[in-house]
């Protein structure tokens, strides 16, 4: 249970300071006073009116400096963040820190518990076993988050453009103002929606920092991924775990890497309790791509892997040819 207790931590801690960082004053902008805050200071060109003045060359060239240092610059070192996450570590944020995939991944616990699927709407060949025998305490559980996890939220995240003072006050008040009424019901309805209805649909198609960790740790040679062992795929029981756990409803036995696969490791945490600790086929990796051998594996021993795979997907037998 490491890798998942370690995602879990990983991905609270990230939670917590995504929620606290206006509060601290750590990163937010104030509509009121129209002042971007970081770190508890204001951040400005550093430009008193009198520069604005100057029209000489100099002037000129002291605004354009000053601008560039404190707007362009900053803002290019903000949009590179994912790119450079993506180069390095693929798509490791979305399945460790990512604060949207930890709700989705909660409410896929949920739906296995209840219906015995993660979809709402239908039920998949990789969904978990379920439901619950006993499914009351998982109702009553999720009706309660489904409540509080949207509201609070959508306090906590309208605190990035409204003064988290402001809104407690108005809080305990009971008196909101139409900003921050606007704020936190358009939140909540989004953190709802996505998290019932959307899901890991919207990491695949529509998250545009997933997109740039797609497609930067595709290209990279050294990124974090999720590596098969293909030199010991004979030793694969068969079992399905590693498709089960997969949030993703990626297929971890192929050859091909499903571009995907969010690194969260939970499929090297199946395989190895299936075939003993540091026995499993999966392991984090900043190789190439798998590549399977074309029909020859460890000298003389072959195995059409995908063919059988592609069959027992269908229903089929799972068999494991060597020769």
């Known amino acids: 249970m490491k890798i998942t207790i370690y995602r879990r931590i990983a991905q609270v801690i990230f939670i917590l300071f995504i929620l606290l960082m206006p509060a601290l004053d750590i990163f937010r902008y104030d509509t009121a006073t129209k002042e971007l805050i970081i770190f508890g200071k204001v951040w400005g060109l550093g430009l008193n009116q009198g520069f604005y003045a100057d029209q000489s060359i100099t002037g000129s060239l002291h605004v354009a400096f000053r601008f560039f240092l404190k707007a362009i610059l900053p803002w290019l070192f903000i949009l590179a963040i994912f ?26 616990f949920f739906t296995v518990k209840i219906f015995g699927r993660r979809s709402l709407f239908s039920k998949k060949p990789n969904d978990p076993p379920g439901p619950s025998k ?38 305990i008040n009971w008196e909101f103002t139409f900003g921050v009424k606007a704020g936190i019901i358009g939140v909540s309805i989004y953190v709802l929606t996505s998290s019932i209805i959307v899901r890991h649909t919207l990491c695949k198609y529509v998250c545009s920092a997933g997109l740039m960790l797609m497609l930067f740790g595709w290209v990279s040679p050294i990124s974090i991924r999720i590596k098969t062992d293909t030199a010991r795929l004979s030793s694969c029981t068969d079992c399905k775990g590693c498709e089960k756990v997969c949030f993703m409803n990626v297929k971890p036995r192929l050859p091909k890497r499903d571009i995907n696969c969010v690194n969260c490791g939970e499929c090297i945490q199946s395989c190895n309790k299936e075939l003993g600790y540091g026995k499993g086929l999966f392991s984090f990796s900043t190789s190439k791509l798998n590549e399977l051998p074309a029909k020859k594996i460890n000298n003389n021993t072959s195995i059409d892997f995908k063919l059988n795979y592609n069959s027992s997907l269908k229903g089929e037998p799972y068999k494991k040819t060597c020769n």
């Open 134 to 171: 006993n499914r009351f305490p998982y109702i009553i559980i999720a009706a309660l988050c489904i409540i509080t996890i949207p509201v609070l939220g959508g306090t906590a995240l309208t605190g990035y453009f409204v003064n988290p003072k402001t809104i407690w006050t108005q809080i």
């Open 83 to 108: 790119p450079l996450l993506g180069f390095f570590t693929g798509r490791f944020f979305c399945g460790w820190c990512c604060p949207e995939g930890a709700l989705f991944e909660l409410f896929d």
